[in-house]
């Protein structure tokens, strides 16, 4: 088996920091309803921004939605933690308003905009 691994750089929130497997059956699921928010290669590729809703299938680490403005596939970031927060810049209304809706139709909370934080990280595929 080979490990890829790609920089994802955009706004993003971190839902789960540990998930089960009722987690993974629940991003499936949702996964099933919302296919344009899956992170395949095909669709993570495609020109411009996209809303994408990322699930760690290697460990379980994470599940994360981020608005995906770069990816650079074959790196990696060396650092202590695999999601560095970037210099704070303003993020546009229409995609924290976007990153809320989705927050709370998944979680059935509320997401705050200070929760959403300019990243970039590190995807393990």
């Not at 691994?5 to 099933?32: Q, S, W």
Request: aromatic share 8%; net charge negative; proline share 4%.
């Amino acid at each position: 088996m080979s490990v890829h691994c790609r920089i994802i750089v955009g706004p993003t929130v971190e839902i789960l920091n540990k998930m089960n497997h009722a987690d993974f059956r629940k991003y499936h699921a949702y996964i099933d309803n919302h296919p344009e928010m899956e992170d395949n290669y095909d669709r993570l590729h495609e020109p411009g921004a996209k809303m994408i809703l990322f699930a760690d299938g290697m460990n379980g680490q994470y599940l994360r939605l981020t608005y995906v403005q770069s990816i650079k596939e074959n790196g990696r970031i060396d650092h202590g933690s695999d999601l560095i927060e970037l210099a704070a810049a303003p993020i546009d209304a229409n995609v924290i308003k976007q990153m809320q809706d989705i927050y709370k139709e998944y979680t059935g909370n509320d997401l705050q905009p200070e929760q959403i934080k300019n990243a970039m990280w590190t995807q393990w595929t």
